[in-house]
């Protein structure tokens, strides 16, 4: 573990927290900066001054404090928020969803799972997909796993390539950089028109990874979880973490940085996560829409005429 995550301002505690900004930074992946997650990132790292309990505490805190932004958001109806999980299997990503936004409206949220695409999907581009799934304007979207996986699992298992009909002249040595660029444009587009993006890797370490798919087979309410297919793609964890490292190194921009969370503690996670949306959202300066004096002299006239009804 590097210096990076030992700098947290001890004097912090999250929700009300004074210098979030403090707690948050040593997750970021710096913009133009390559990283090397087994010597930049610890996936069992979990603050020194925040105990699992307190982290509970403060969680709650931050989904209460999410579901007032988010109601913001929504009456304003100005910006969008759009939220990409990425992580290796058994990470963390459904329960991270599950408990950091369990106090959000479904009204103004929805989550895609992004799994192997259909023929229908494989017949247009790989951006299309996810663009069909973008948050409208007031509403938060969460994808569990995104285009993202254009880069990842396409990369390790590049066979995937031919089913996707591209032109074979297109299937080069450049195609990844290609991609990193489109991706990038693509980003800094939904950032221009108001949605923000915030991308988290849940970083998991082989180890945990191994002691929660066996726990998956153990437990019978968790053998849905679980299939052998899981098993085999375990065996590609180092080219995995490769083409990680070269996503970060290329698509960590200005407009939409990476945060690289650990993911050993998974209590940990969720605050963390919680502490970064809530950070953004905080950012935006959201406000509840003034009404014109017009309007105002309506309700005016609205509230007279329900006093005088029985």
């Given at each position: 573990m590097t210096?990076?995550?030992s700098?947290?301002?001890?004097?912090?505690?999250l929700?009300?927290?004074q210098?979030?900004?403090n707690?948050i930074r040593?997750?970021?992946v710096?913009?133009?900066?390559?990283?090397s997650?087994?010597?930049?990132?610890?996936p069992?790292?979990?603050?020194?001054?925040l105990?699992?309990?307190e982290?509970?505490?403060?969680l709650?805190?931050?989904?209460?404090?999410?579901?007032?932004?988010?109601?913001i958001?929504?009456?304003?109806?100005t910006?969008a928020l759009l939220?990409i999980?990425?992580a290796?299997?058994a990470a963390g990503?459904?329960?991270?969803?599950?408990?950091?936004?369990s106090?959000?409206?479904?009204q103004?949220?929805?989550v895609?799972?992004?799994?192997?695409?259909?023929t229908?999907?494989?017949d247009h581009t790989?951006l299309?997909?996810c663009?069909?799934?973008?948050p409208?304007?007031?509403?938060?979207?969460?994808?569990n796993?995104?285009y993202?996986?254009?880069?990842?699992?396409?990369?390790?298992?590049p066979e995937?390539?031919?089913q996707?009909?591209?032109p074979?002249?297109?299937?080069?040595?450049h195609?990844?950089?290609?991609?990193f660029?489109?991706?990038?444009n693509?980003?800094?587009?939904?950032?221009n028109?108001?949605?923000?993006i915030?991308k988290?890797?849940?970083?998991?370490?082989k180890?945990?990874?191994?002691?929660?798919?066996l726990?998956?087979?153990d437990?019978p309410d968790?053998?849905?979880k679980?299939?052998?297919?899981?098993?085999r793609?375990?065996t590609?964890w180092?080219e995995y973490m490769?083409v990680y490292?070269?996503?970060?190194?290329?698509?960590?921009t200005?407009?939409a940085?990476?945060?690289v969370?650990?993911?050993?503690?998974?209590?940990?996670?969720?605050?963390?996560?919680?502490g970064?949306?809530?950070?953004q959202?905080?950012?935006?300066?959201?406000k509840?829409?003034?009404?014109?004096?017009e309007?105002?002299?309506?309700?005016?006239?609205a509230?007279?005429m329900?006093?005088?009804?029985?």
């Amino acid at each position: 573990m590097t210096d990076k995550h030992s700098q947290t301002d001890s004097s912090s505690k999250l929700f009300p927290i004074q210098k979030l900004d403090n707690f948050i930074r040593p997750f970021i992946v710096s913009p133009g900066q390559k990283i090397s997650l087994a010597k930049d990132y610890n996936p069992a790292y979990k603050d020194h001054y925040l105990d699992k309990s307190e982290a509970k505490s403060e969680l709650q805190k931050g989904i209460k404090a999410l579901a007032k932004y988010q109601d913001i958001l929504y009456a304003q109806n100005t910006y969008a928020l759009l939220i990409i999980f990425q992580a290796m299997d058994a990470a963390g990503k459904d329960s991270t969803i599950k408990h950091v936004m369990s106090g959000i409206n479904p009204q103004g949220c929805q989550v895609y799972s992004f799994k192997a695409p259909s023929t229908e999907e494989l017949d247009h581009t790989y951006l299309w997909r996810c663009f069909k799934a973008l948050p409208a304007q007031g509403q938060i979207g969460i994808f569990n796993r995104s285009y993202y996986e254009e880069v990842l699992v396409t990369r390790v298992h590049p066979e995937l390539l031919e089913q996707q009909h591209i032109p074979p002249n297109l299937i080069d040595k450049h195609i990844w950089k290609r991609r990193f660029e489109e991706i990038n444009n693509f980003e800094k587009y939904l950032v221009n028109n108001g949605i923000v993006i915030l991308k988290f890797f849940l970083n998991v370490s082989k180890e945990e990874q191994k002691k929660r798919f066996l726990e998956r087979i153990d437990l019978p309410d968790k053998n849905w979880k679980f299939s052998v297919d899981d098993a085999r793609e375990r065996t590609f964890w180092n080219e995995y973490m490769a083409v990680y490292e070269d996503m970060f190194n290329h698509t960590s921009t200005e407009w939409a940085p990476w945060y690289v969370i650990p993911a050993d503690h998974k209590w940990f996670t969720r605050v963390v996560v919680a502490g970064i949306i809530y950070t953004q959202l905080k950012e935006l300066n959201l406000k509840y829409p003034k009404v014109s004096e017009e309007k105002h002299q309506e309700l005016l006239q609205a509230k007279a005429m329900l006093e005088s009804q029985k």
